[in-house]
């Protein structure tokens, strides 16, 4: 039946042959093979103007040199664009096992009453035949997968994301229009109680001075609308004010680490849409490009600067630690599920709402695009939302991932798990506290060196993608630099007043710190170390960048810097912090729908990658700041409002007021917790 059904289209599209437009429209083979070109895409665009003319003003003020009506010209009856995805194994073409399934990309610009089966077996029998030029050249005979429209499907709509993201909208809006509303009132009784005062202007001065932005709020519910207030949540974000006991030297590491992340995810999920991967991988192994393209070893400067500020903030906060020190077992276990919940309820809520944002963005690039996606999250996340519910996705296959660079957030979860344990354990007893973390330190650093060598670790890039499971997202491989973090946390929070060093050991650590970075993000200019040899730098760079950030955060801490932590320090870098959160998790969408939805693919060339690296950056730096406002800021008020709701405050013991720049609301997670430094030393 589809042999006989076939036959109909095929003389339709003989017949339309003398079209030279659809033949343009339709794809062929193009230069580059070698290196990895098949995408053979032809041209939407050209195929719509069969039927639809481009919009082309001509005038006849001058001569042409062009066909009469070869713009205006109309199909005799109406085309459609198709693709066709066909896997060849042509020995002729680079494998370079990452990300590459040698899978052609063909453009078909052909009647509309063709179906897809019958363009299949078209196809097929297309290539069966040798009709190709290319077959006889690389020696191969692809193999038909799919065939594709790429128009949206209308079932899209009836997506549960869809209605997901639009109950959270109407619900985000409508609680930004309270909070708005309910602003407007108490601003008009502010002013009518200053009118109706007059007279007693200074005591109506001494009731409205100490009103604040949530002063007013006597109730939870209320104190819940005002979390959504936009004006106060934007105000937030551009605050760059900091107390004179922050440490805004973390803001520029974190700012300048997700930038040269982003640029990595530049090339990563672009991939699919590169026509010359080959040289894309050439380009990635010059030295010039190594900041970019070993970016994924900055996460562990995430990790240590979590595990900083978790150690860091438990030790310092005295009354806390005696708190779990004289409580039961049952008490603790209490407090550790409120300290669970509160960092659950702070990080989730934007994280989950892009997740089911991402999961309809990969179903309609998989649906439109006209590439071959090798990364399905859109199934991922339908299958296996539930694991990046409850953090732990990175237990399992990346091929199996939601959304694919949220793994790291599934490690800081379990990692916060982790090591709250062990500092309850170590408020109860300090002595063995330590004998158990140096034991934990010194068995992961062991597990990792035996882990690695089992796999045969090399750093290159076949292998990095083919181990990522064991090697790069699974926790017990990137706890190191959380330990490192940890330990440098507790050194600052119980010797701080301690610290003494001279000038001169200040230099000397300083220029050890920019030599392990240095190393750390150049340790792959050569890629084919013997594997013990790789293996053993893999694990000891991992290290030593941890212990670079970690020492330059203690001694700006202990009021040692220079001009580079100033630089890190400034206004710049700490309003970029509060967005480091928002970027990360958007930057991906927003580099696959760009991409993914072009009419071309895409040439690997250095110049027009950094120009676009920027502009993903400003999209994700201005996306960032609508769902930070919206999505983030209003949990971690509501987070930190639901454990008030119980707390029992000592009336006779004043509490000092935070400052701004302590004030955890203002830095949301992940890595963005206050830090107070008491210590004001500096060299002079």
Same mark, same amino acid.
């Given at each position: 039946m589809q042999t006989g059904s076939a036959v109909p289209c095929g003389r339709s599209c003989v017949s339309v042959g003398p079209v030279g437009r659809l033949l343009d429209a339709s794809g062929s083979q193009e230069p580059g093979f070698m290196w990895g070109h098949n995408h053979w895409i032809g041209s939407e665009k050209g195929c719509e103007s069969t039927r639809t003319p481009l919009s082309i003003t001509l005038s006849d003020r001058y001569r042409r040199n062009m066909k009469r009506n070869l713009v205006s010209a109309l199909a005799p009856f109406e085309l459609d664009y198709r693709i066709v995805f066909a896997k060849h194994q042509s020995a002729w073409q680079v494998d370079v096992k990452f990300q590459s399934e040698n899978i052609l990309h063909i453009g078909v610009c052909i009647p509309r009453s063709c179906t897809n089966d019958e363009l299949h077996n078209l196809t097929a029998r297309y290539f069966d035949e040798n009709l190709v030029l290319a077959q006889d050249i690389y020696e191969f005979k692809p193999n038909v997968l799919h065939v594709k429209n790429t128009t949206l499907d209308r079932a899209f709509w009836s997506?549960?994301?869809?209605?997901?993201?639009?109950?959270?909208?109407?619900?985000?809006?409508?609680?930004?229009?309270?909070?708005?509303?309910?602003?407007?009132?108490? /601003?008009?009784? *502010?002013?009518?109680?200053?009118?109706?005062?007059?007279?007693?202007?200074?005591?109506?001065?001494?009731?409205?001075?100490?009103?604040?932005?949530?002063?007013?709020?006597?109730?939870?519910?209320?104190?819940?609308?005002?979390?959504?207030?936009?004006?106060?949540?934007?105000?937030?974000?551009?605050?760059?004010?900091?107390?004179?006991?922050?440490?805004?030297?973390?803001?520029?590491?974190?700012?300048?680490?997700?930038?040269?992340?982003?640029?990595?995810?530049?090339?990563?999920?672009?991939?699919?849409?590169?026509?010359?991967?080959?040289?894309?991988?050439?380009?990635?192994?010059?030295?010039?490009f190594q900041l970019v393209s070993n970016a994924p070893l900055l996460v562990d400067v995430f990790f240590a600067i979590s595990g900083f500020l978790l150690s860091y903030n438990f030790i310092r906060n005295r009354s806390k630690v005696q708190e779990v020190k004289a409580n039961t077992v049952w008490e603790n276990g209490k407090l550790y599920g409120k300290m669970l919940l509160h960092r659950y309820l702070r990080l989730s809520p934007m994280y989950l709402f892009v997740t089911v944002l991402g999961e309809l963005t990969h179903s309609y690039i998989v649906e439109t695009s006209k590439f071959w996606v090798h990364e399905r999250s859109d199934l991922g996340c339908q299958r296996y939302w539930w694991r990046n519910l409850f953090y732990i996705q990175n237990l399992y296959p990346v091929d199996d991932f939601c959304l694919t660079w949220t793994w790291s957030l599934a490690c800081e979860m379990q990692y916060y798990m982790l090591f709250t344990v062990l500092l309850f354990v170590y408020a109860k007893s300090a002595k063995f506290g330590k004998k158990v973390f140096g034991a934990f330190a010194i068995g992961t650093l062991l597990f990792n060196i035996a882990l690695t060598l089992n796999h045969r670790f090399i750093p290159s890039y076949d292998v990095l993608y083919n181990t990522g499971d064991a090697l790069y997202t699974a926790p017990w491989s990137r706890v190191s630099p959380y330990v490192v973090g940890v330990y440098f946390g507790w050194l600052m929070a119980s010797s701080r007043d301690k610290f003494t060093i001279t000038q001169n050991q200040y230099r000397w650590y300083w220029l050890l710190a920019c030599f392990c970075v240095i190393f750390s993000m150049h340790s792959t200019i050569k890629r084919n170390f013997?594997?013990?040899?790789?293996?053993?730098?893999?694990?000891?760079?991992?290290?030593?960048?941890?212990?670079?950030?970690?020492?330059?955060?203690?001694?700006?801490?202990?009021?040692?810097?220079?001009?580079?932590?100033?630089?890190?320090?400034? *206004?710049?870098?700490?309003?970029?912090? *509060?967005?480091?959160?928002?970027?990360?998790?958007?930057? $991906?969408?927003?580099?696959?729908?760009?991409?993914?939805?072009?009419?071309?693919?895409?040439?690997?060339? $250095?110049?027009?990658?950094?120009?676009?690296?920027?502009?993903?950056?400003?999209?994700?730096? /201005?996306?960032?700041?609508?769902?930070?406002?919206?999505?983030?800021?209003?949990?971690?008020?509501?987070s930190s409002e639901i454990l008030k709701l119980n707390r029992k405050v000592p009336p006779t013991i004043p509490q000092p007021a935070p400052t701004k720049a302590t004030d955890s609301t203002h830095h949301p997670p992940p890595l963005v917790h206050p830090v107070s430094i008491e210590s004001e030393r500096k060299i002079q």
């Open positions: 997506k549960p994301s869809v209605f997901i993201i639009g109950v959270s909208l109407a619900f985000t809006l409508l609680m930004i229009y309270l909070a708005h509303c309910r602003e407007q009132r108490l /601003m008009e009784e *502010k002013n009518n109680n200053h009118m109706d005062g007059i007279a007693g202007a200074s005591s109506a001065a001494v009731r409205t001075e100490g009103g604040s932005d949530l002063a007013d709020a006597t109730t939870f519910t209320e104190r819940v609308i005002d979390s959504f207030n936009l004006r106060k949540n934007l105000n937030t974000i551009f605050r760059t004010d900091s107390g004179p006991q922050s440490l805004p030297v973390i803001c520029g590491m974190k700012s300048i680490c997700c930038f040269l992340i982003l640029c990595f995810h530049m090339q990563w999920y672009t991939f699919y849409t590169v026509h010359n991967p080959s040289v894309m991988l050439h380009y990635a192994e010059q030295i010039r013997p594997f013990p040899i790789a293996s053993t730098v893999m694990v000891a760079v991992r290290w030593l960048i941890s212990w670079a950030a970690c020492w330059v955060i203690l001694a700006t801490g202990c009021g040692y810097s220079n001009i580079v932590t100033r630089v890190l320090s400034s *206004k710049f870098f700490v309003h970029i912090n *509060k967005l480091t959160y928002g970027i990360y998790l958007l930057n $991906p969408l927003i580099i696959i729908v760009t991409f993914g939805v072009s009419d071309s693919s895409v040439h690997a060339d $250095p110049i027009p990658a950094i120009v676009m690296a920027f502009g993903v950056t400003l999209l994700s730096y /201005m996306a960032a700041i609508v769902f930070s406002a919206c999505f983030e800021i209003p949990y971690c008020r509501i």
